[in-house]
């Protein structure tokens, strides 16, 4: 399974790091991705990453998260910066069954391994 840390609280315009972890099988095969869900909200795909490197971003993200895996240490990561409230919630890392995230963001249905989530709060 995989296992998230990084969440916390910070102000609006801050910064966090978010990172995720498997033990059981190697990252770098599969298209990996951050999601995020807000109380009563669904949960919505944030950025993937394929096997290639190759990343997406939803467009509320754009220009303010990366997402990024080093296969050597079999972890992925989300740098958030210029945090806004609305990017309050928590937040999962999870691996497609497939190599290809489609150049595309997923839906949830796309991937089969989740971690239990962190949580990011962010306040005015």
């Known amino acids: 399974h995989l296992v998230e840390s990084g969440g916390g609280s910070v102000q609006a315009g801050g910064s966090l790091r978010l990172s995720c972890a498997a033990s059981e099988y190697s990252f770098s095969s599969y298209c990996l991705a951050w999601f995020r869900q807000a109380p009563g909200k669904q949960r919505e795909g944030v950025a993937t990453i394929e096997d290639d490197d190759s990343t997406m971003y939803a467009d509320s993200v754009k220009g303010r998260f990366t997402i990024s895996r080093d296969n050597a240490n079999n972890t992925l990561a989300l740098q958030m910066n210029s945090l806004l409230p609305e990017d309050t919630a928590m937040y999962y890392c999870?691996?497609?069954?497939?190599?290809?995230?489609?150049?595309?963001?997923?839906?949830?249905?796309?991937?089969?391994?989740w971690g239990q989530g962190t949580q990011v709060t962010v306040s005015t």
């Open positions: 999870a691996r497609a069954w497939s190599s290809s995230c489609g150049k595309t963001i997923r839906p949830a249905s796309w991937y089969e391994d």
